[in-house]
């Protein structure tokens, strides 16, 4: 709130006061969250701890590269060396640069700056380093020539230096201040000599920090390595079925931190803080304890609070009877009409305390109680009296919300698995994503499911105190063509005994029982039965019903082609490289049975048959019209005789014949007939002579001739042993059709 509002009774200084509590509170990574419980599946939470395991492996490994790198003898060295001669350098920046030049750790490189200040070049310095700050004073260009003589000053006992550095530079004086680091560095990592041992382990050395400390070590492009290795983390811990509950929790900060007003909203304009405390229409008590929290816990839960249990009730009313008491649920201002159920609100309220703010005893009031248990009927008396049912004197009939109307459509199909409580949300498009309630489904803030919002579902980025309920065309449309309501009706059909293939009284009785829990009535048994009779045909009408096969040639007399004795081809084959599918009488092309040869039938075309077999694509007519046909019959190669093809009408014969031959390799097949529903109009094709390189490609396409309609194409239209084409989506079967219809009824829809 930038300022007062002139209908709210609380000023923008309450705001800002809550602001103060969790502006004094942190929400920890999700690691710290504490564990309230185990996985329901006990091999899933196994799996998520070796996961685990292995992450937290991958980031320890990562530390001991870091903390083995810097423990290099020539490494090490390198660090001394540059630390001495950077001791002089206060610009953080610089040194920070020239550490990037020399390729190292500048967090090591300072702390072993900050050891020698402090040990070795300090007015008394240890008695370790001693020798250090005898050598680190000689002049560069004297060095070689004064080292000795400083070995041997320092192996006296009046020297300060410890024995045993003393000793190993009597034994080998150094010849420069690098040859000083590389010996202290074998000192160092050697670990026996006592007190240098026992100097490591101040804390201002890099060597007394552990392999798990290593991280404070860490380069910017370290972090990085460590920022995806927690992001492997998170995303296992918010997505594997394995990872344990977590409590979501809030911590205080050390120091609370009351917030400034911003003035008009303007930050630039900060004006008097806004101490943490209670409402100002409450009295203004201010929060001393930590951040606030529990004392505002303890305000919001008093029975001294006016607001808080009759808020509840309301919305506890209104999820039970759909409206609630109070009109405007998150509103008990001045704006908002005084409920005529105000004293039931106060009784349910009193209620609600007195039985220690149980919600279990308050569902339990409400739904045993005969307000609830009534009818939704009106009679004519109640509608004169009560007509906005303001007095209770009926139910509400209520439509089902989107969670409830998918819950109800899974447990129908028996899909859902009610005991599968709690967990991790679930995707919508996930695999068991139907079997689990609604409640569990996961909100993407930024990427919101479209079928929950077209169902009316609350939007997470705003306050939503209550829904209302929309009648759009999406809603219909998804009810009537979705894939999720197809597969439902689908299962519930396939689940539905059948004697045989009968649609019988028995299977209507038994999808009424599993969908709306009663028997049907006699009138609804004969119209269910009309109603899947009616589909059956209309599925049988369709004007893109195809069958392969062979025919038998015959001539009559006087020589005409007369074909009988149709045997439909046995195998589908798919062949993936070219997206082809082809009938064939065998498995195999060419068949072992010579009386096939190579003959098939593809969504192109095909191979001609031996002898007197003819392949054979028909076309099954779903009603009386004139049709167009508009083809071309070809041939690829320039060997064999050619083939001959006719089109023949199952009722009136052959309707025109063609050749095709290696001279004429490309043959119009265009004409246009009258046919009559039942009608089967064949594609024949048949060998000259021989099957030398008889394939062809005949891909008709038929077509209304008044309109132009196109009715089917060959090749887009190729069918399965159904007569159904693949290129199609197959129609509901009947009883699928009837459980779909009685999911959208109003029956299942509305509660009454």
């Given amino acids: 709130r930038c300022h007062d509002h002139k209908f709210d009774p609380i000023p923008s200084r309450d705001y800002y006061a809550m602001f103060s509590i969790f502006s004094s509170s942190d929400e920890p990574d999700e690691p710290a969250m504490p564990i309230i419980g185990k996985a329901a599946n006990e091999q899933d939470g196994k799996d998520y701890e070796v996961k685990i395991a292995e992450i937290e492996k991958k980031a320890l490994d990562f530390k001991r590269t870091v903390y083995d790198e810097f423990r290099q003898p020539e490494r090490l060295t390198e660090y001394l060396v540059f630390a001495q001669e950077t001791v002089g350098i206060a610009d953080s920046t610089v040194f920070r640069g020239k550490a990037g030049q020399m390729k190292l750790r500048d967090r090591v490189a300072d702390q072993w700056r900050d050891f020698l200040k402090r040990h070795a070049l300090s007015p008394k310095p240890h008695a370790a380093m001693v020798a250090w700050k005898r050598f680190a004073e000689l002049p560069a260009g004297e060095f070689a020539t004064k080292a000795p003589a400083i070995a041997q000053e320092l192996a006296k006992p009046e020297s300060g230096c410890s024995p045993e550095i003393a000793a190993a530079f009597a034994k080998a004086p150094p010849k420069s201040m690098k040859d000083v680091a590389s010996a202290y560095a074998q000192i160092i990592l050697d670990s026996k000599v006592e007190p240098v041992r026992q100097l490591m382990q101040d804390k201002l050395s890099p060597m007394s920090v552990p392999v798990e400390g290593a991280d404070a070590f860490f380069t910017r492009k370290d972090r990085e390595t460590v920022v995806r290795l927690e992001n492997e983390r998170s995303k296992l811990d918010s997505t594997h079925a394995g990872a344990p509950p977590r409590a979501m929790v809030l911590l205080d900060k050390p120091k609370p931190n009351d917030v400034r007003i911003y003035i008009r909203g303007n930050p630039a304009r900060q004006g008097d803080p806004a101490p943490r405390a209670w409402l100002t229409m409450f009295g203004g008590e201010k929060f001393t304890d930590g951040s606030g929290r529990l004392e505002l816990a303890k305000h919001i839960a008093s029975k001294d609070n006016p607001l808080t249990a009759r808020v509840i009730v309301n919305r506890v009313w209104m999820q039970h009877f759909g409206r609630p008491l109070v009109s405007q649920p998150s509103d008990f201002g001045v704006q908002t009409p005084k409920p005529v159920q105000a004293d039931l609100l106060d009784y349910l309220a009193a209620y609600l305390m007195e039985n220690g703010w149980s919600l279990k005893k308050l569902h339990t009031l409400i ?155 006699p009138d609804e048994v004969e119209l269910a039965q009309r109603f899947a009779a009616d589909a059956d045909a209309l599925n049988g009408e369709k004007p893109f019903r195809w069958s392969y096969g062979s025919m038998q040639l015959t001539r009559t007399p006087d020589g005409k082609p007369a074909f009988a004795e149709f045997q439909s081809f046995a195998h589908l084959t798919e062949r993936s490289g070219g997206g082809q599918r082809l009938w064939s009488p065998s498995e195999k092309i060419p068949s072992a049975d010579p009386t096939w040869g190579h003959a098939f039938w593809a969504n192109y075309g095909g191979h001609a048959a031996p002898k007197d077999l003819a392949v054979t694509a028909r076309w099954h007519v779903p009603t009386d019209m004139k049709i167009s046909i508009d083809a071309v019959l070809s041939r690829s190669s320039d060997r064999g005789d050619g083939v001959r093809a006719w089109i023949h009408n199952s009722r009136s014969g052959v309707v025109s014949e063609y050749f095709c031959t290696p001279q004429n390799k490309k043959v119009p097949t265009q004409i246009t007939t009258d046919v009559k529903k039942g009608d089967i109009v064949s594609f024949i094709v048949h060998n000259e002579t021989g099957t030398d390189s008889d394939s062809f490609d005949w891909q008709p396409q038929i077509t209304r001739a008044d309109n132009g309609e196109v009715l089917t194409h060959a090749k887009n239209d190729f069918c399965d042993a159904s007569r159904w084409p693949f290129g199609r989506q197959k129609p509901q079967q009947p009883l699928s059709q009837l459980a779909q219809v009685l999911m959208i009824s109003n029956e299942f829809m509305f509660v009454d």
């Fill in 367 to 521: 739904l045993s109680s005969r307000t609830w248990q009534q009818s939704s009927h009106a009679t004519p008396e109640k509608l004169t009296k009560d007509a906005e049912n303001d007095l209770l004197s009926r139910f509400n009939r209520q439509r089902l919300d989107y969670e409830t109307m998918r819950d109800a459509i899974l447990a129908a199909t028996g899909e859902l698995d009610a005991a599968k409580q709690g967990g991790r949300a679930v995707e919508l498009s996930a695999k068991d994503a139907d079997t689990r309630r609604t409640l569990y489904l996961k909100v993407d803030r930024y990427d919101q499911a479209s079928v929950p919002a077209m169902f009316d579902f609350a939007n997470p980025d705003s306050h939503s105190p209550q829904r209302f309920n929309t009648t759009v065309p999406q809603q219909a449309l998804f009810l009537m063509n979705s894939p999720f309501m197809r597969a439902r009706a689908d299962a519930i059909a396939k689940a539905t005994p059948l004697k045989g293939s009968t649609f019988d009284s028995e299977a209507i009785r038994a999808m009424y029982q599993r969908i709306l829990a009663r028997d049907p009535q």
